[in-house]
């Protein structure tokens, strides 16, 4: 077994019928980009009734049909935030909860210190977000999830990564291992994910290996470490 190996995202997804929501992140393989993804998958009508949409560079998921909305709670949020040298990423409202660390100048951990796993017994779907820093040509992020310590959502536990940038190598995140009932969290440290120079390849590459029932929407962004200038691609299939 190669633990240094790393994987393309077909072979990472593909076939597999619910990994839920997913963030990525690395750089490119020219070394010049920041680069981050995040997806939604759902099941239930409820969570497949949404939409990504971007504003001022934050990202939001929003009801496709409002009038068929049955709980917002854990299914509407502001999933990417924008704050000085920070890009945040999440699957929930955490992302505000990190946001307001920041801006009081504290940290991404004692965000997460504050928050559990969502309360959706029996799954106890897991909290999974990310952070991009990029400050003088430099670019470094961090990835964290929160689950159940059991099948009774008695305990969170609290995982944190921190990881330097290395051109071509990026981790991956997801709230599942696959389908199930109650579905199996996710298992171990992020997955090493390879990140092309093309956002459209990267782009593409998700989407295609997604699970074409279970799909939603897609956000992938690239940002030029030195000038910040940044591109992004969404796909949402509800149009």
Known sequence: MDIYKINTATELIKGNPYVGRGIVIGRSKDGKKAAFAYFIMGRSANSRNRVFVERDGDVFTEPFDASKVQDPSLIIYAAVRNYRNFVIVTNGNQTDSILE???????????????TFEPDAPNYTPRISGLLKLRDGKFTYKMSILKSIDAEGSECVRYMFNYPSKPGLGHFIHTYVTDGNPIPSFQGEPERIAIPDSIDDFTNELWDALDPDNKISLYVRYIDIDTKQSESRLINKNK
């Open 101 to 115: 660390e920041l801006q009081e100048g504290k940290h991404f951990g004692s965000a997460l210190k504050r928050r």
